[in-house]
């Protein structure tokens, strides 16, 4: 027996008996409760997400890139490199060698 | 009336009373004034009282009971056949009840939900008592189930005033307070005790420790003393435990995603519907039962390291049987793999007589994101696609949808298994 038993959820969690079905089905709907629908954006916020990404652009600053996703936002940190404008596209350089193309569409926050 | 002091936490534990019966006679309005039972399937000796409604309590049929002994009793009883998702789904219409008072539900049991309403109390009414009253009653009007509310300031105490009072209670709430225990818990056996089974009881009594209260005065130190003596130094935990646990000591929290968490092992046993005595039929519920396990690894996205197989001897009065484990050589949730290795663990402990249930699980679980590439088995990728396949048309069309070949023979109980929750009908 093991201190665990003692912390936290502990004595609830070792004692429990649960379906895994029902567990499942538990899981399953806290999942979909999270879901959530993209936000939309105000002008003034779109135009200053691309200043954002120009700037890293041009003066190699490190940014913050904030992508939605329906069940849990994603952050990636690094330096635009590439602007395709004509696709709607950044590619984010994070470290040496790896890198990321982002839909400018999909990003709800620089910083 | 007790009530609790407003700088404590307010934890329920609200508690359905005979669920199961209580879901059947919702649904069955022409039984209402008839004793009903729901039991398991004589033909596959799960002929057991899984619940019984309090009329056909009144008649002395208890749960877990032979339902051959529980019509002897009554012989006008009605029997249906558990539906066990239909439970499952109920159980969840009352957690989102519950979820309409707090958003701090977490579902102990199918029919136990524990409830924090210390920060959402005052919305609803002036007492906690009263809350309790309320949803009481909405779960009742919406699913003809009546619940039964502990309300204590910890999780072990709301539990404990549930099982020996609400239960009991006209009303079915009861609020257990610290102040409380001399005069009510410490009062009663130790066998009344949270977690204290017949066994834990018998060690008590023996130590001179015959009521809760005994058990909460005795001084950890000395508690803790008196259990190694009887069970060695590793009982301190235990020790410890017992003793919160008589004195309410609590201080989890009611966590609503607290099932979440990574699971330690994934398990599966199964008790058959007749003895089986030759290896290759053995084997054939074995590899059925592997599917299963290492599908749910698969879905959990997980590998295992280690893999378990236990069997239980046909013959009750000589009981025979074993559980053992051995570590794979890399971690696997590869069907085929893992059957490998449980077969070795079956043919080297199985001592040849007929078995009665039969289970695998495995454990040391690690995330299947990366995995050790082999030099000999190139089939591994491809096992992988397959598996993949199968998996998602299980999960599309339901389990039997596609199956071993085996399954069609004799020893299969894949296709009964696929109809089936918790060993029973869904």
């Known amino acids: ?111 | 009336m007790a009530s609790l002091k407003s700088s404590n936490r307010v934890i329920m534990l609200g508690d359905c009373q005979s669920f199961y019966a209580s879901v059947e006679k919702a649904d069955h309005p022409e039984y209402k004034d008839r004793p009903l039972v729901v039991a398991g399937d004589p033909e596959r000796r799960s002929g057991i009282v899984l619940a019984a409604c309090p009329l056909a309590k009144g008649k002395g049929i208890t749960t877990a009971e032979r339902l051959g002994e529980a019509l002897a009793k009554c012989p006008d009883l009605v029997v249906i056949k558990p539906r066990m998702q239909k439970y499952i789904d109920v159980s969840m219409q009352i957690t989102e009840i519950y979820k309409t008072f707090t958003d701090l539900v977490e579902p102990y049991s199918i029919d136990e939900q524990f409830l924090d309403v210390t920060g959402s109390m005052h919305l609803f009414a002036e007492s906690s008592e009263e809350l309790a009253n309320m949803i009481q009653s909405q779960v009742q009007e919406a699913t003809g189930v009546y619940t039964r509310f502990g309300i204590a300031e910890t999780k072990i105490l709301a539990k404990t005033a549930c099982d020996n009072y609400a239960k009991k209670n006209p009303s079915g709430i009861y609020t257990l307070t610290k102040e409380m225990l001399p005069e009510t818990l410490w009062k009663r056996p130790v066998s009344d005790m949270f977690m204290a089974g017949s066994k834990m009881t018998r060690h008590f009594t023996v130590m001179g420790l015959p009521t809760i209260g005994s058990v909460a005065q005795t001084p950890l130190g000395k508690l803790k003393q008196m259990m190694r003596r009887k069970f060695g130094k590793n009982s301190d935990i235990k020790a410890e435990m017992y003793w919160r646990i008589a004195n309410g000591i609590d201080d989890s929290p009611v966590r609503p995603g607290t099932h979440q968490v990574a699971p330690k092992s994934v398990g599966h046993m199964i008790t058959l519907p007749r003895d089986y005595a030759k290896l290759e039929e053995i084997k054939v519920v074995l590899l059925e039962q592997t599917e299963l396990v290492c599908q749910r690894c698969r879905g959990l996205g997980f590998m295992a390291h280690v893999v378990s197989v236990g069997c239980m001897g046909a013959d009750f009065d000589r009981p025979t049987g074993f559980s053992r484990q051995i570590k794979m050589e890399d971690p696997s949730n590869i069907t085929n793999q893992v059957y490998s290795w449980a077969c070795r663990l079956l043919e080297m402990y199985w001592d040849g007589l007929p078995i009665r249930r039969i289970g695998i699980s495995v454990t040391q679980l690690t995330t299947d994101t990366e995995y050790q590439l082999s030099l000999f088995d190139t089939r591994r990728e491809k096992s992988m696609a397959l598996e993949r396949v199968t998996d998602a048309l299980k999960n599309k069309y339901g389990e039997s949808i596609v199956m071993r070949a085996v399954s069609k023979t004799e020893a299969g109980q894949a296709i009964d298994r696929s109809a089936k929750i918790g060993g029973h009908y869904k």
């Open chain 1, 1 to 111: 027996m093991t201190r665990k038993l003692l912390d936290g959820n502990g004595l609830w969690e070792s004692s429990r008996m649960m379906l895994p079905e029902h567990k499942y089905a538990i899981n399953r709907k806290q999942h979909e409760e999270g879901r959530k629908n993209k936000p939309i954006l105000d002008g003034q916020e779109i135009e200053l997400i691309e200043t954002a990404l120009v700037e890293s652009f041009h003066e190699h600053r490190s940014v913050t890139v904030q992508i939605f996703d329906e069940y849990q936002d994603v952050n990636f940190t690094g330096i635009v490199t590439v602007i395709h404008t004509y696709r709607r596209e950044i590619k984010l350089s994070i470290s040496s060698g790896e890198w990321e193309w982002i839909k400018i569409e999909d990003i709800i926050s620089v910083s």
